[in-house]
């Protein structure tokens, strides 16, 4: 079975989530079974074509059985500015090919670093160090 990468983050969350399941039951509240089926059935026609976020669910349930499908993965963090610009949405610090840095809009052309004390050094009261995925 594929392994899916996650980061310590998303791990922590998930085993948070995990750990408020009491007595081998998740409190649903209002939830029926009738209303469970009809979610599982929309999630199943809507991603009929593409598989993988059916796959990322079969993994979450085997996880919740005992099943090891995640794997942590070396943290990347980037730099982003801390305030939201309405009209431009998030900025990152992008590095260039010659060592020019500039601002991008996209995460993925976002510089990575691989450890937090490196992409700190770009922090400041207006930027801020966030872990991404890879």
Do not use: C
């Amino acid at each position: 079975m594929k392994k899916y990468k996650v980061t310590q983050g998303f791990m922590d969350a998930l085993d948070d989530w995990r750990d408020k399941w009491v007595d081998g039951h998740f409190p649903v509240n209002a939830l029926t079974s009738e209303t469970i089926k009809n979610v599982v059935e929309r999630w199943r026609l809507r991603y009929i074509e593409n598989g993988e976020p059916t796959k990322r669910l079969g993994a979450l349930l085997n996880w919740i059985n005992g099943e090891d499908v995640f794997e942590v993965g070396t943290p990347k963090y980037i730099v982003q500015r801390k305030v939201f610009n309405l009209f431009i949405g998030r900025q990152y610090i992008s590095h260039g090919n010659y060592g020019e840095i500039s601002m991008t809009r996209s995460k993925k052309y976002a510089t990575r670093f691989d450890d937090f004390e490196k992409a700190s050094e770009w922090a400041n009261k207006h930027f801020e160090v966030v872990e991404v995925d890879e």
